[in-house]
């Protein structure tokens, strides 16, 4: 099983800059592919950047630019550097696992959210 802990969402003004973390411990082959999804209220859940197994990135292109994507594989952790905070971005913000060979995530996060004022 594995376990993934997300922190450092919170209240930020448009314009403004967070760092979310996502901790994974339990049974992780490395390197799994990970990535970050958000919610927004009445809206689907959607992938806002990941990382494949072999260490591709890849973003949504409403966050291009402006969002960035580390992990630290000592210590299974996943980042996301969020830039020039738009309103939009608000949303509740999801890390995900992948097994190998999944092309869904297997695991996530309890949510971190993220609110981004006009």
């Known amino acids: 099983q594995v376990q993934l802990v997300e922190s450092g969402g919170g209240l930020v003004q448009a314009g403004g800059s967070l760092r979310l973390s996502c901790a994974a411990s339990?049974?992780?082959?490395?390197?799994?592919?990970m990535a970050w999804y958000r919610q927004a209220p009445g809206k689907q859940r959607e992938l806002v950047a990941g990382f494949t197994s072999r260490g591709t990135t890849n973003y949504a292109d409403s966050v291009k630019g402006r969002f960035t994507i580390s992990r630290d594989k000592a210590r299974n952790t996943l980042y996301l550097a969020m830039n020039s905070l738009k309103p939009e971005d608000t949303a509740v913000y999801y890390c995900?696992?992948?097994?190998?060979?999944?092309?869904?995530?297997?695991?996530w996060g309890q949510g971190t959210q993220v609110t981004v004022s006009s």
């Open positions: 339990g049974r992780i082959v490395v390197p799994n592919a």
């Open positions: 995900a696992l992948f097994e190998p060979y999944s092309n869904s995530p297997n695991y």
